[in-house]
């Protein structure tokens, strides 16, 4: 038989007293967070916890499962920087991350079926049934950038709709007519939000002022399906394409992220349009790239460590307050006006929101 592991065993790894370990593993004071953490994770690698179910409740009490798909996790712009506020809050606050990555068959990361975390942190649209599988599980979950109806989950969310509208109000209020989007519609709750906003704006343009107009007579100028893999793909040749098949090009696109802005900017130069002088692009998210391109991309800032960090404060709000109704956390977004439009009204002289 295996010989089961002791705490005397864990003091010696560790080069501390059983008593601190004791001190760890009943969450008491008398040692640093730090060791109570390294108590923690070299009793669970040990299997020390399985055999002592007693202290399951200290460890899972100090990790978040935080569940992201991989190809989101390698983004170097958008979602890392929200990643990273996520682990600046969690470590402030106590927590452990473990990263699970929400690309496999396997609809529930082993942390959370063994309940060994507090909570569950989404990050990024993932599919539905994997969502409805953790919610079974009864663990407090926070969704980032993204949200499905139909679960009680606390959702972090920037103000997509609103962003959209000044953006394109702004484009009106600066005499173009022609404005299209440029976002896959079947991507993400977020792109269906700014595409509204922008026909919101659209709405002051048409003589009978109604959405069903605004979304009839922008269709024309719009790119809304088969987008997003190509921009994940970073294929400019199929943008190209889409570029071509369109009934008329608009005077300005609004894009659903930065990442879709800068491949639609490249394609555009490829049939020899210039930016801005035959068409405008406008960006969403403010990455870091958008400072690098020429000309650098007009967009919407979105503060993308605040975003993580909230979802950390929001979760421990959450595991304290458990039978409060669930919330929907939107943050604010801030144009940022770059050289890919060419403007001569500045934001000051337009409005921040519209009927929406």
């Known amino acids: ?193 700014r595409y509204l906003g922008y026909v919101e704006a659209m709405t002051g343009v048409m003589e009978d002022g109604s959405m069903q107009t605004a979304l009839l007579d922008t269709m024309k100028y719009s790119l809304l399906k088969n987008i997003e893999e190509h921009v994940l793909n970073k294929n400019v040749e199929a943008i190209t394409e889409l570029i071509k098949s369109m009934e008329e090009i608009p005077e300005v696109f609004l894009c659903s992220n930065d990442r879709a802005a800068i491949l639609l900017m490249n394609a555009l130069r490829s049939l020899e349009y210039r930016v801005p002088e035959d068409i405008g692009i406008v960006g969403f998210d403010d990455m870091e790239i958008s400072t690098m391109v020429m000309p650098g991309l007009t967009t919407l800032h979105i503060a993308k460590k605040n975003m993580g960090m909230k979802a950390v404060q929001t979760l421990q709000w959450r595991l304290q307050n458990r039978k409060a109704k669930p919330e929907k956390i939107v943050l604010p977004v801030e144009l940022v006006i770059r050289g890919s439009v060419q403007l001569g009204c500045q934001m000051q002289d337009v409005p921040e929101t519209g009927n929406i």
């Open 1 to 193: 038989m295996e010989k089961k592991v002791t705490m005397k065993q864990l003091a010696k790894e560790l080069g501390i007293s059983i008593n601190a370990v004791s001190l760890a593993l009943n969450d008491r004071e008398g040692v640093s967070e730090k060791t109570r953490k390294q108590v923690l994770k070299l009793a669970n690698e040990t299997g020390y916890l399985e055999q002592s179910n007693k202290y399951n409740k200290t460890y899972s009490s100090k990790n978040i499962c935080v569940l992201i798909r991989k190809i989101y996790f390698q983004d170097m712009h958008f979602y890392s920087r929200v990643i990273y506020g996520i682990e600046w809050q969690a470590d402030k606050l106590g927590y452990d991350i473990i990263m699970q990555f929400a690309d496999d068959k396997v609809n529930v990361p082993s942390c959370v079926e063994n309940h060994k975390v507090a909570g569950i942190i989404i990050v990024g649209p993932v599919e539905k049934d994997r969502i409805e599988a953790l919610n079974a599980y009864g663990i407090p979950m926070v969704i980032v950038d993204s949200t499905t109806y139909g679960f009680a989950a606390d959702n972090i969310l920037s103000d997509n709709r609103s962003g959209a509208f000044s953006a394109a109000n702004l484009l009106v209020k600066n005499g173009y007519q022609k404005i299209g989007f440029f976002g896959d519609l079947d991507y993400s709750l977020s792109i269906k939000e």
